[in-house]
């Protein structure tokens, strides 16, 4: 079914068709795109990560701190003022540039899941490159894109652009994600922000769910169950998989740290719960996932565009 939030060009302010240098004010924001002479905003800067891979740090005056890789366009530390880091990175994650970094917010793009081509599909799997950068006041904000190119189109054999915009705040981190075609025929896709969040396991709970119809993919992930979430506060007493259709606008995290953490979002219609218990017994006591996802497939007419935004923000 294609999906009626489906816009034609241009969806977003920061979509910009110009790779020239600029600079300039606007309602308080400076903004600038000299990429090619690493020239960023106030609060953004590139700098030498793990495996030797590019990443952006963010620094917001308020105290808070991101960063973000180029590889994957995935954000893996969202530091609020009081030094806590609310994401998690496994310890198993590699930062080699050939496997999508386990942990912070990988991008699942333009597959959900298994399917027809990689888990997840390859959007976490490839490097991404800043086009914008800009800043207000004093909370730096920077935009990543990705085309298609002969790795993509080898999967999935269509002409996209896909901009991704990341803005810090002193409590709060937000993200729009917007879906372009490109090309001049139709493309479906479905989408998903595999967050993880730091947590204690025993101590978590998430609220907002009661309601939603529920596919259960504990204990067969090929033939989910369906059905409704009666709890209040949805806890994990072992491995749990599950995706929630038609999830609110916002859901409340308890990660048993001491932290409660809203996690608001516009057009990502679902929500994704997991932990692998067990199955990864060396961290699962020290991390949850909550995602915001499109699990219905978005179809978008050619010059047609999707966006998405995510806010997670501590309360």
């Known amino acids: 079914m294609a999906a009626s939030c489906a816009s034609t060009l241009p969806p977003l302010s920061f979509v910009s068709s110009s790779s020239s240098p600029r600079r300039f004010r606007r309602s308080g924001v400076v903004a600038m795109a000299s990429v090619g002479q690493k020239v960023y905003a106030p ?20 105290g808070s701190e991101a960063e973000i890789y180029l590889f994957g366009a995935c954000v893996t530390s969202f530091k609020v003022p009081n ?11 590699v930062f080699n540039g050939q ?24 959007a976490r ?14 909370d730096p904000a920077v935009t990543l894109e990705l085309k298609d190119d002969t790795y993509s189109r080898s999967m999935w054999d269509f002409s996209f652009h896909a901009l991704y915009k990341v803005s810090l705040h002193s409590k709060s981190l937000s993200t729009t994600l917007a879906i372009i075609n490109t090309d001049d025929k139709p ?12 947590a204690s396991i025993t101590g978590v709970s998430v609220k907002g769910l009661k309601g939603c119809k529920t596919l259960n993919k504990d204990p067969d992930p090929k033939n989910p169950l369906e059905g409704k979430e009666e709890r209040e506060e949805v806890t994990f007493p072992g ?19 001491g932290d409660k953490i809203a996690i608001a979002n516009s057009n990502w219609s679902d ?28 179809q978008l007419e050619p010059k047609q565009s999707w966006v998405a935004e995510q806010k997670i923000e501590l309360v």
């Not at 030094?83 to 994650?93: E, I, Q, S, T």
């Not at 496997?99 to 390859?122: A, D, E, L, T, V």
């Open 43 to 62: 609060g953004v800067a590139v700098s030498e990560g793990n495996g030797g891979l590019p990443k952006i740090d963010l620094k917001s005056p308020h």
């Open 125 to 138: 799997n490839v490097n991404w490159s800043i086009t914008d950068s800009e800043v207000t006041e004093g």
């Open 83 to 93: 030094g806590k880091d609310l994401l998690f990175v496994r310890p198993d994650a």
């Open 239 to 257: 491995f749990v998989d599950c995706v929630y259709l038609g999830a609110p606008s916002e859901l409340i995290l308890d990660n048993g740290l």
């Open 271 to 298: 929500a994704v719960l997991w932990n692998p218990h067990l199955q990864m017994e060396a961290c699962y006591k020290d991390f949850v996932c909550v995602e915001n996802a499109k699990i219905e497939m978005v």
């Open 187 to 198: 493309f479906s896709f479905n989408s998903a922000l595999h967050t993880y969040f730091s």
């Open 99 to 122: 496997k999508p970094i386990s942990g912070g917010i990988p991008h699942c793009f333009p597959q959900f899941g298994p399917g027809p081509m990689q888990q997840h599909g390859f």
